[in-house]
């Protein structure tokens, strides 16, 4: 039966959104203003980091970050900021103007890394948060001198899950710090390992600091030990629904959308993915349909950023079709984005299984 048999056939309590229909245009100033700590990461502090009493490097790392912040409690370090016209130039403070949080998985990086945001003693507005996908995809928004005009004035940048996987990207997001770096912007990253490297050992600042080069004497490691909860090999994914109950769900669910999978991604491509974030705004579900293998590369890497915007608002998302974990072929969870790939899986494993309250209901 088709998704659209389905929705003349279900009962008309409330009529189900659709990402297919919605084309955000954001301002800039919002995509600049949403660069926070995600919604799962709203509360978090450096005293709700719990650390390991057998791992002394945790409890040093919350130290070390909590003075990092400290210290950025003064003036940019280029100067600006509110202070008269004769006023001296105030000297940058000494030492490297980056922290790299150099951990295994399951440590708690993205916590610190948010607990940091948090702690540093400026308007939010002066401070930005967001992961390396994010932050190309500014780039892409605005264009490059634009995004550096528009974050020189910050204080603090964090970039989650920097990525090293693409040279293209890695060259062009450490120009932007190394412009950021010049204009006294403060940085503190995590990153990725190196896709040939996945599974091989638990640290990857040999790599970030080689990766980005020039920018390396602006960054201190700091290594957090710790036991590594990653899972290894595929999440097991909930089973599908039928589509009929994935669209009955749906018209009970108010504010849940209700889109065609193969739909979806067409569609996705007709959308900036720095606009993703907007595309999902006041949805309290996603119901997907007829949900199928994603068909090529640049597919599988929108439908990632689209897994990450649902991640981080804690959307659950009831679908139909092959299970998550069939997703992607075995060539591209081989390949050099296998990484983003085991993330979106993950992601959306556990976003169905939040989405079993919805059809229990």
Same mark, same amino acid.
């Given at each position: 039966?088709?998704?659209?048999?389905?929705? +003349?056939?279900?009962?008309?309590? *409330?009529?189900?959104?659709?990402?297919?229909?919605?084309?955000?245009?954001?301002?800039?100033?919002?995509?600049? *203003?949403?660069?926070?700590?995600?919604?799962?990461?709203?509360?978090?502090?450096?005293?709700?980091?719990?650390?390991?009493?057998?791992?002394?490097?945790?409890?040093?790392?919350?130290?070390?970050?909590?003075?990092?912040?400290?210290?950025?409690?003064?003036?940019? *370090?280029?100067?600006?900021?509110?202070?008269?016209?004769?006023?001296?130039?105030?000297?940058?403070?000494?030492?490297?103007?980056?922290?790299?949080?150099?951990?295994?998985?399951?440590?708690?990086?993205?916590?610190?890394?948010?607990?940091?945001?948090?702690?540093?003693?400026? +308007?939010?507005?002066?401070?930005? %948060?967001?992961?390396?996908?994010?932050?190309?995809?500014?780039?892409?928004?605005?264009?490059?001198? +634009?995004?550096?005009?528009?974050?020189?004035?910050? @204080?603090?940048?964090?970039?989650?899950?920097?990525?090293?996987?693409?040279?293209?990207?890695?060259?062009?997001?450490?120009?932007?710090?190394?412009?950021?770096?010049? *204009?006294?912007?403060?940085?503190?990253?995590?990153?990725?390992?190196?896709?040939?490297?996945?599974?091989?050992?638990?640290?990857?600042?040999?790599?970030?600091?080689?990766?980005?080069?020039?920018?390396?004497?602006?960054?201190?490691?700091? @290594?957090?030990?710790?036991?590594?909860? @990653?899972?290894?090999?595929?999440?097991?994914?909930?089973?599908?629904?039928?589509?009929?109950?994935?669209?009955?769900?749906?018209?009970?669910?108010?504010?849940?959308?209700?889109?065609? %999978?193969?739909?979806?991604?067409?569609?996705?491509?007709?959308?900036?993915?720095?606009?993703?974030?907007?595309?999902?705004?006041?949805?309290?579900?996603?119901?997907?349909?007829?949900?199928?293998?994603?068909?090529?590369?640049?597919?599988?890497?929108?439908?990632?950023?689209?897994?990450?915007?649902?991640?981080?608002?804690?959307?659950?998302?009831?679908?139909?079709?092959?299970? %998550?974990?069939?997703? %992607?072929?075995? +060539?591209?969870?081989?390949?050099?984005?296998?990484?983003?790939?085991?993330?979106?899986?993950?992601?959306?494993?556990?976003?169905?299984?939040?989405?079993?309250?919805?059809?229990?209901?």
């Amino acid at each position: 039966m088709s998704t659209r048999a389905l929705n +003349e056939a279900a009962p008309a309590a *409330a009529t189900p959104l659709s990402l297919c229909s919605r084309e955000p245009h954001v301002p800039a100033d919002r995509l600049v *203003a949403e660069m926070v700590p995600p919604p799962r990461f709203d509360s978090v502090r450096f005293d709700t980091y719990l650390p390991d009493p057998n791992q002394p490097s945790q409890c040093e790392a919350v130290k070390v970050l909590s003075g990092f912040a400290e210290g950025l409690g003064g003036a940019h *370090a280029s100067g600006a900021g509110k202070r008269r016209w004769f006023a001296r130039r105030p000297a940058a403070p000494a030492g490297p103007r980056g922290v790299y949080l150099d951990g295994g998985y399951g440590v708690g990086k993205t916590h610190l890394l948010a607990s940091l945001w948090h702690a540093t003693p400026a +308007e939010p507005s002066l401070k930005a %948060f967001g992961t390396f996908v994010e932050l190309t995809n500014l780039v892409g928004a605005l264009g490059f001198q +634009e995004t550096v005009r528009t974050l020189s004035g910050h @204080r603090l940048l964090c970039i989650d899950e920097f990525e090293l996987d693409d040279p293209g990207d890695t060259v062009l997001v450490s120009s932007l710090l190394g412009k950021l770096v010049d *204009a006294g912007v403060a940085l503190a990253a995590t990153s990725n390992t190196l896709p040939g490297k996945l599974g091989e050992g638990r640290f990857a600042a040999a790599d970030f600091l080689r990766e980005i080069q020039g920018l390396s004497a602006h960054f201190r490691p700091l @290594r957090i030990d710790g036991e590594d909860y @990653r899972h290894r090999g595929l999440p097991e994914a909930p089973a599908p629904h039928s589509d009929q109950v994935v669209t009955e769900t749906a018209y009970r669910t108010p504010g849940a959308s209700l889109d065609d %999978f193969p739909h979806l991604l067409e569609h996705l491509a007709r959308v900036h993915p720095s606009r993703y974030g907007a595309l999902t705004d006041d949805l309290t579900a996603v119901c997907l349909t007829d949900v199928g293998p994603v068909p090529d590369q640049s597919t599988a890497l929108r439908l990632v950023v689209l897994a990450d915007r649902l991640y981080d608002r804690e959307i659950p998302v009831l679908a139909s079709g092959l299970p %998550f974990d069939r997703l %992607f072929s075995d +060539e591209m969870l081989n390949g050099g984005y296998k990484k983003k790939y085991f993330r979106a899986i993950s992601r959306l494993t556990a976003l169905a299984r939040d989405a079993k309250e919805l059809v229990a209901q």
